[in-house]
């Protein structure tokens, strides 16, 4: 019998979430459960990331400003409210516009990559 393991709930606000700087110009917070992870991401106004892939099925929030999406070759502007899916292995990347972006990431399985010594699973 293998044994079930579990974890608990788990409620709390962004305020008591630590923030770290992946890279210059992004604040993120991450809430990570078992099988799925939350991220909360702050972009500096004409921020780039690189187009990229990853194994991770992805769903975005947009909380707050306007960004330039390139999903698989094609452009998208994107604004508060707006709700994105990306598949596992989607082409995809963005520039945001003229003002602080603000942003909810949803990923399955976890990316282990955005884990480090800080953030305990």
């Not at 991450?30 to 990229?52: D, I, K, S, W």
């Not at 330039?68 to 502007?77: D, H, L, N, V």
């Amino acid at each position: 019998m293998i044994a079930e393991q579990t974890q608990a709930a788990l409620v709390t606000d962004w305020s008591k979430i630590e923030t770290d700087n992946p890279a210059p110009g992004i604040k993120r917070q991450m809430v990570v459960g078992q099988n799925v992870m939350m991220v909360r991401f702050t972009f500096e106004p004409f921020l780039v990331t690189a187009e990229h892939t990853h194994p991770h099925e992805q769903m975005t929030l947009v909380l707050k400003g306007r960004i330039k999406f390139i999903i698989s070759g094609e452009e998208r502007i994107v604004s508060a409210g707006d709700v994105l899916h990306f598949p596992p292995h989607n082409r995809h990347g963005a520039t945001m516009l003229d003002e602080e972006v603000v942003l909810i990431d949803i990923f399955s399985p976890i990316r282990e990559d955005f884990l480090s010594q800080n953030h305990l699973r």
